[in-house]
């Protein structure tokens, strides 16, 4: 263990981050911004024939922002898309150990999947 905090983690080594995403691949995406933070994420889903989702982002933002969707990502995909809409903000907060002025990340996050999940099959 490195004993880095799980944001710092994230953002470092993004596992789930796509800049060129090629759009036909994906079956959903959504996209947020927060202006007062200067943060936008735009989140892809795809789902399998097994119901599973796959999830990948794209954002511009603090540290936080970028970790947090690369979280958000890596915890929805290999799960169906019911287990994703019980998603909180709080599930985020706690993961990340997110302090109360990070917290707008985990609101921002889980408000990106809650559009991307309502996309699905439109």
């Not at 090629?22 to 911004?33: F, K, L, M, R």
């Not at 990340?96 to 809650?114: E, N």
């Amino acid at each position: 263990m490195t004993g880095r905090s799980p944001v710092m983690a994230h953002f470092l080594a993004p596992a789930h981050a796509r800049c060129d995403v090629d759009s036909d691949q994906w079956h959903a995406d959504a996209v947020i911004e927060t202006p007062g933070a200067d943060a936008r994420g735009r989140l892809f889903l795809r789902v399998d024939d097994q119901g599973r989702l796959t999830a990948a982002f794209a954002a511009y933002g603090p540290p936080v922002v970028i970790a947090v969707l690369d979280g958000l990502c890596a915890r929805v995909s290999g799960q169906t898309v019911a287990s994703a809409q019980s998603l909180m903000p709080n599930d985020i907060e706690q993961a990340f150990c997110l302090s109360a002025t990070q917290r707008y990340a985990a609101v921002m996050a889980i408000d990106v999947l809650a559009k991307a999940l309502s996309n699905l099959g439109r």
